[in-house]
C-alpha cells in the first residue's frame, strides 16, 4: 500500500536504546508547526539550538538539539527536522508518543523517509539501493561499493548514457516525422549509431564487471573440500579463530555445510566447510555429501585438503567447475618419512598454526583478480543488472539492423531507454518530449 504523503512522519534514527544520544527525524508539511509547539521558537535552518522539549500539557520531556531542514533542501525534499535528546528508552518513548498525539502525525513506516525522497526526485532507485547497502555493509570494501551507488557515482554513469540514448532517439524521431518537409537532411540519424555502438561497449563493461560488484556487496565464496578426517574442519576454526565446527578424529563427522564469515583485507568471505567426500551407505551422511557437492559447485574458490600426514594419498576431488582450486596439504607437523611426497599449492597447519597467513593471501589474491576493476561504479544487484542487459540487447539490436526501417530500430531505442530509465526510476516520455523541442530546431 502506498503511504499517505500528506501526513507528517517521524521516527527513531539513531541505534538501539539505551545510548547516549537518540536522533528523532520528523518529516512533512506540519514538521515546523509540531515542533514549535513542543519546543517553541526554531533555531535558524541547518543551525543546532538547544530547547527544552515540552509536551503540550507542559511537562518537561528532555533538553535537546534541535535541527531544522526546510524543503525542498533536505533529505526528503519536505520540511524535516531533527530531534537529539537523551538516548534513554522512557525519554524517548515520551517523545514519540507526543509527537503520536498531533493529527496527521505518525510513526514512519520501513523506509518511508527514503521513499519520500524518491517520490521527490531527491534520490533515485540505485542511490536509494546503494544508501541500504551502505547501512548494512560491513566491511571496508562493501562501504566503498556503496558509496558510489549512494552518493550518485553510479547514477551519473546511467544518467549519461540515459541523455545520449534521448539524444539519439531525438534524432531518429525528428527524421522520421519531419524528414519529407526537408527541413532535416535525411541521414540526420546516421550520425547516432556510432555512438550507439560506443555505448553498447560501454554498457558491455559494465556488465562484465558484474561477477565483481556482486561479490565484493554479497561476499565471495570459499568452499574447503576433501575426504573425511583430512583437517577441513580444523582449518575453518583456526580461520575463523574459534571453534565453530567439531573436531574430532572419527571421519564424517560433519554432516551439514557449515558456513562463517571472514573479512580479508576489507573484503567479505564467506567460508564454507563441507562433509567429507567418500562412498558411504550411512544416509546422514550421504546427504551431507550431496550437500557439500552442491556447494562446491557454487564456490568461487575451492581449497582441496588433501592429509600430507597420512600413510596414502588423499584422493583427487572430481571437481569440474570454472572456479579455481588451491591444493592444500593438511598437518604438516605430523608429516612422516612414510607421508606422501605429493606436491600442494600450499602446506598449513592448523594444529601449530602454520601457513595460515600464507593461505590467507592466497585468497586474497584470487578475491582481488575477480575483482580487479578500473572503478566501484559497478552494478551489484540483479535488479539492476537485469535491466543492463536489455538495454544492451535492445542497443544492439537497434545498432546492427540497418535494414530493418527506422521505426523498428526507434522502437529498440525506446526499450533501450525504458530499461535503462528503469534502473534509475526514471521513465522518460517527459524528458524526451523536452529533448526533441530543446534539442532540435525543426524551424517551425
Ligand atoms: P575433517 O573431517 O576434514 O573436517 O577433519 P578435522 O578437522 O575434523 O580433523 C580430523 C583429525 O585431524 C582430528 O583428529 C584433528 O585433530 C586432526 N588434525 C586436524 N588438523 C591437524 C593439524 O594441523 N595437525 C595435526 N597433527 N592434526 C590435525
Given at each position: 500500500m502506498i503511504p499517505d504523503f500528506n501526513e507528517t512522519i517521524f521516527a527513531l534514527s539513531s541505534g538501539a536504546l539505551p545510548a547516549g544520544v537518540a536522533v528523532v527525524r520528523l518529516s512533512g508539511a506540519a514538521t515546523f508547526q509540531i515542533l514549535n509547539a513542543l519546543v517553541g521558537t526554531l533555531p535558524r535552518p541547518r543551525f543546532a539550538g538547544l530547547r527544552s522539549i515540552r509536551s503540550r500539557d507542559g511537562v518537561l520531556l528532555d533538553t535537546g538539539l534541535v535541527v531544522i531542514f526546510p524543503g525542498p533542501a533536505s533529505f526528503t525534499g519536505e520540511d524535516c527536522a531533527e530531534i537529539h535528546l537523551h538516548g534513554g528508552k522512557a525519554v524517548v518513548a515520551a517523545l514519540l508518543s507526543e509527537l503520536g498525539s498531533f493529527d496527521?502525525?505518525?510513526?514512519?513506516e520501513a523506509g518511508e523517509f527514503s521513499r519520500r525522497a524518491f517520490e521527490n526526485g531527491k534520490l533515485d532507485l540505485v542511490e536509494i539501493e546503494g544508501l541500504a547497502d551502505l547501512l548494512a555493509a560491513e566491511t571496508e570494501m562493501q562501504r566503498r561499493l556503496a558509496a558510489e551507488q549512494s552518493f550518485g557515482r553510479l547514477s551519473a554513469v546511467y544518467d549519461g548514457w540515459r541523455e545520449r540514448l534521448l539524444h539519439a532517439r531525438a534524432m531518429v524521431e525528428a527524421e522520421l516525422d519531419?524528414?519529407?518537409e526537408g527541413d532535416i537532411p535525411g541521414s540526420v540519424s546516421d550520425r547516432v549509431w556510432p555512438d550507439l555502438s560506443a555505448l553498447a561497449g560501454e554498457v558491455r563493461g559494465q556488465l562484465e564487471a558484474e561477477r565483481a560488484g556482486e561479490i565484493i556487496r554479497d561476499g565471495f565464496k570459499v568452499v574447503i573440500a576433501g575426504s573425511p578426517n583430512v583437517g577441513k574442519s580444523s582449518l575453518l576454526n583456526a580461520l575463523v579463530d574459534r571453534e565453530v565446527a567439531i573436531v574430532t578424529e572419527y571421519a564424517g563427522t560433519t554432516r551439514d555445510v557449515l558456513h562463517c564469515e571472514l573479512d580479508i583485507d576489507g573484503f567479505a568471505v564467506h567460508l564454507f566447510d563441507t562433509a567429507g567426500i567418500r562412498e558411504t551407505d550411512e544416509a546422514v551422511e550421504k546427504e551431507g555429501i550431496r550437500r557439500a557437492l552442491g556447494k562446491i559447485a557454487e564456490a568461487d574458490l575451492v581449497l582441496h585438503l588433501k592429509d600430507a600426514s597420512a600413510a596414502v594419498e588423499s584422493v583427487d576431488l572430481a571437481y569440474n567447475g570454472d572456479a579455481p582450486v588451491i591444493t592444500v596439504g593438511t598437518k604438516i607437523d605430523a608429516i612422516t618419512a612414510s607421508s606422501p611426497k605429493q606436491i600442494y599449492d600450499?602446506?598449513?597447519?592448523s594444529a601449530q598454526r602454520v601457513g595460515l597467513d600464507d593461505l590467507r593471501q592466497a585468497i586474497l589474491q584470487v578475491l582481488?583478480?575477480?575483482?580487479?576493476?578500473?572503478?566501484?561504479?559497478?552494478?551489484?544487484?540483479?535488479?539492476?543488472?537485469?535491466?543492463?542487459?536489455?538495454?544492451?540487447?535492445?542497443?544492439e539490436e537497434a545498432v546492427r539492423s540497418a535494414d530493418i526501417g527506422l521505426e523498428l530500430r526507434a522502437e529498440y531505442l525506446r526499450r533501450a531507454s525504458d530499461s535503462l530509465g528503469r534502473i534509475t526510476g526514471k521513465i522518460d516520455v517527459e524528458a524526451m518530449l523536452g529533448k526533441i523541442f530543446s534539442d532540435f530546431c525543426v524551424g517551425k
Open positions: 496527521g502525525c505518525r510513526i514512519a519531419f524528414a519529407d600450499l602446506m598449513i597447519s582481488r583478480e575477480k575483482t580487479d576493476v578500473i572503478s566501484l561504479a559497478i552494478p551489484s544487484r540483479i535488479r539492476q543488472r537485469q535491466h543492463l542487459r536489455d538495454v544492451l540487447a535492445n542497443v
